[in-house]
């Protein structure tokens, strides 16, 4: 697993440990690499602080599921405090290389260890869905090939950290190993991760997905519509990785059933006994202790008989994917933590490296937004260089505007800081309209600007849905009704059952019980709406949009951005909180009068 060293603000110390490098980055959290107080190397997951409480609430049950994944297939959680600042959770190192880095520099896998690899990451898939998990990025960057065997990891926390969070991935789903289901933003569950796992044994034995293909357009075409390319697949391996990776997800083998089939494909014709021999029936136990000495995946399945056959007992138990209808596809998931990414890169800068910094965020740019990005560097480097100047960004949030497989319109928020000879000397909360392209397998900025900007969606966009369109349309529209009307709310008594509940529908109708002569002098009558993109659902009744609005009284106009909670009450959609992406305060705990 490589290592990558500290950005500019990142921690020193988390809890009681000591950061010392990076393992991954998504849009919502970071993988370190830390020392515990006994020395040992450990992996620390942290989620953002502005996440919100939905997400920590579901963190937290992320890591109540994760200790009851069996610790061989995994890398074994040690600790965690989902109550901290950030909220983190500690896991085993595996110093081990990645099967993406083994094979890149060895080739591909052939004969028995492919067998082994097999067995034992179809066995991991038993134990973590036996936990009640789908993996959701299964893929060969999140295998690593321990000393002690191929450990599966990163799975769960992608689920509820929606852009990344993982340790050599940024992406909640890669294309060339996702599900069509996936892809197409369904519902799906257990399944996806058989498709993924089909996929990346083709990796591990041929060195390409089975999907391959020159764009990321046409890997999502291919995944979608055409037969995979198995390559030199060893025969008796080819009929199972056919059913694992069949577009209809009732097709597909379960877990439980890929170790017994490698079993029964890879031992080869089972030998008579002479004429006349009279043999004794096996028992069930003697069969099972037969199949498990034998082979080349005898290693594997010998580590793996106990739970092998605990599984296979026990495999009436389902697994259930909480999903949304409406939910974006995951390759714009994708892009979003592409976006805040490149954001980070954008508002930074550090006069002892400029022009390295440049090269770097350039590598994360294309398009109009690479033109813009050199232009303002060219500018401004003899500035920052006099003025021993360094800024330092982080993305707060990242939501979508609309998506299709070729182009994801993004908005982007922040809070940056800026330093003169080590002193802070200005602070700011920015904001990026963006638009990602498909580049190399992932995605870069292609378009960026500070005001409201951007193409229309295309026709024929694959995302929004309708459903998501009414949803973020009546809560802006609720928004804007708010903050213009206020106080005079009591004019309007449809608009509490209409756009709010809960802590909401508390605060405003407090307000409107205000007299006018005692409105608070805070209170500026004013509101335009700027835009509005759709960051998460929270749950089936819950979900999260980035909002933009201008509140500030005129002259001094500036643009300030909110995140939405939405609770569905009713088949409607309603304000429930208010709160900013730059502390994760809500705007329901200053008073209303």
């Keep these: 697993m490589s290592v990558d060293g500290l950005l500019p603000g990142d921690p020193k110390h988390i809890g009681r440990y000591v950061i010392t490098g990076r393992l991954g980055a998504g849009g919502q959290g970071v993988v370190y690499l830390a020392d515990a107080p006994d020395g040992t190397r450990v992996a620390l997951k942290v989620i953002h602080a502005e996440v919100g409480s939905e997400a920590r609430r579901l963190f937290e049950r992320e890591f109540a599921v994760l200790r009851r994944v069996s610790s061989f297939c995994t890398a074994q959680v040690l600790d965690a405090d989902v109550t901290a600042d950030p909220p983190y959770i500690v896991s085993e190192y595996v110093a081990g290389p990645s099967l993406h880095a083994f094979v890149a520099e060895h080739g591909p896998i052939t004969g028995a260890e492919l067998d082994r690899l097999a067995v034992a990451t179809a066995t991991a898939l038993i134990a973590i869905h036996r936990a009640g998990i789908v993996h959701r990025d299964f893929k060969p960057q999140n295998v690593l090939l321990g000393r002690d065997g191929p450990r599966v990891i990163d799975f769960g926390i992608a689920r509820f950290l929606q852009d990344g969070a993982a340790v050599a991935s940024a992406h909640v789903g890669t294309p060339r190993y996702m599900a069509p289901e996936q892809i197409l933003g369904e519902r799906f569950g257990p399944a996806a991760d058989i498709f993924a796992w089909g996929a990346t044994l083709v990796h591990a034995a041929t060195g390409r997905s089975p999907f391959e293909a020159g764009s990321l357009p046409a890997v999502l075409y291919r995944v979608l519509h055409e037969p995979p390319d198995l390559g030199s697949l060893p025969g008796h391996l080819r009929s199972l990785v056919e059913r694992c990776l069949s577009k209809d997800p009732a097709d597909r083998p379960t877990a439980s059933e890929l170790p017994l089939s490698i079993m029964d494909v890879g031992l080869g014709p089972r030998a008579e006994p002479p004429p006349g021999v009279r043999t004794a029936a096996k028992s069930p136990r003697r069969l099972r202790r037969t199949l498990s000495a034998s082979g080349a995946i005898v290693t ?191 004019e309007r008594p449809d608009f509490f059952d209409r756009c709010t509940t809960g802590r909401a529908a508390r605060w405003w ?74 502390d994760n305060r809500s705007m329901f705990e200053r008073r209303p009068q």
């Design 300 to 490: 594997a399945v010998t580590l793996a008989a106990g739970t092998l056959w605990w599984a296979r007992a026990q495999e009436t138990t389902t697994v259930t994917e909480p999903t949304t209808a409406g939910e974006p596809p995951a390759y714009s998931l994708a892009a979003a933590g592409a976006a805040r990414t490149a954001f980070e890169a954008w508002y930074s800068l550090d006069y002892t490296d400029y022009d390295g910094g440049a090269r770097r965020t350039l590598a994360s740019l294309s398009g109009v937004a690479a033109q813009d990005y050199q232009h303002l560097i060219g500018n401004s480097k003899n500035a920052v260089t006099a003025a021993k100047a360094k800024q330092t960004a982080r993305a707060t949030a990242a939501g979508i505007v609309w998506a299709s497989p070729e182009r994801v319109s993004i908005i982007v928020t922040g809070l940056s800081t800026i330093t003169q000879n080590g002193t802070p000397v200005k602070s700011e909360d920015p904001l990026l309209f963006a638009e990602m392209v498909p580049a190399g397998g992932g995605w870069k900025m292609d378009y960026a600007r500070t005001t409201p900007s951007g193409s229309a969606a295309p026709a024929g966009a694959a995302w929004p849905s309708a459903e998501v369109r009414r949803m973020a349309a009546d809560a802006a529209r609720c928004q804007t009704e708010a903050f213009i009307n206020g106080p005079r709310l009591e």
């Design 509 to 582: 109708r407090e307000l409107a019980a205000v007299p006018d002569d005692q409105v608070p002098d805070w209170w500026s009558w004013q509101y335009r709406d700027i835009g509005t993109a759709f960051e998460r659902f929270d749950g089936p009744d819950s979900a999260t949009l980035i909002h933009l609005g201008d509140s500030a009284k005129a002259p001094e106009h500036k643009v300030v951005a909110y995140r939405l909670h939405l609770r569905r009450v009713g088949g409607r959609w309603r304000l429930e909180d208010v709160t900013s992406p730059k």
